[in-house]
């Protein structure tokens, strides 16, 4: 059962444009959701990441937007670059029990072209 | 500092051997998680380490997979008897408790 469904599963977006993922997820139990961007060869680093109490949370280019009621949630990189050429996951972490496990999407693997 | 490090960066075995990946956390880090991370699929969990708590390994997808963490630091994943269906690359987080999680580079396995 796959509780974290992640699309587009590729995109190419012109340089200076918007970049957008989307996930969606089943558990209402998830109160921790985070985005992982991660370069070839290298193991995923935390881009950003928003608790269910604010439906949107913004760093320089990266937005995460949340709709709690829908259960979805979605990464916008504003002014996309050739650098933010890479595969991105969504996450979400149920912190019941201090059980810290994230639970995944299958990525997006992001290509920016100029 | 030093982030996580994990040996080997590639390991190309036969079907059948038993396979020892690495992991060294960031110091001082409490808990430590492994994950598997297939071709065009997300990461998959595969266990979990907290302090002296017991492991969650609730991810372990049959019985040859095995870790455990000695000291409350470094961490080994085993795989016995390996498949060419475990072919994959093996992430190594750690993290200080109720934090954010830094990865390793991961070891990327071949089951020939």
């Known amino acids: 059962q796959q509780q974290v469904k992640q699309s587009p599963q590729s995109l190419i977006v012109q340089k200076g444009g918007i970049s957008i993922i989307n996930c969606a997820y089943e558990n209402t139990a998830f109160d921790y959701f985070p985005w992982y961007q991660q370069f070839p060869g290298k193991g995923p680093a935390l881009l950003i990441a928003i608790r269910p109490d604010v439906s949107e949370k913004k760093e320089g280019r990266f937005t995460i937007s949340f709709n709690k009621s829908a259960k979805q949630f979605s990464l916008h990189i504003m002014d996309s670059q050739p650098g933010d050429s890479a595969t991105y996951f969504c996450?979400?972490?149920?912190?019941?029990?201090?059980?810290?496990?994230?639970?995944f999407g299958t990525g997006t693997r992001l290509t920016i072209i100029p | 500092g030093a982030g996580v490090s994990q040996s080997p960066s590639n390991k190309v075995t036969e079907k059948g051997k038993d396979v020892e990946l690495r992991c060294d956390p960031i110091?001082?880090?409490?808990?430590l998680y492994w994950y598997r991370q297939s071709l065009g699929q997300g990461l998959e969990f595969l266990i979990y380490?907290?302090?002296?708590?017991?492991?969650?390994k609730s991810g372990l997808p049959s019985d040859r997979f095995s870790a455990e963490r000695t000291g409350g630091s470094v961490s080994t994943l085993t795989i016995q008897r390996t498949q060419q269906e475990d072919s994959a690359v093996y992430l190594c987080?750690?993290?200080?408790?109720?934090?954010?999680?830094?990865f390793g580079p991961g070891t990327r396995l071949t089951v020939l």
């Open positions: 996450a979400a972490k149920a912190s019941n029990f201090g059980n810290e496990k994230l639970t």
């Open positions: 380490f907290q302090g002296n708590s017991a492991p969650d």
């Open positions: 987080a750690s993290s200080p408790q109720l934090a954010e999680q830094f």
């Open positions: 110091s001082g880090h409490t808990a």
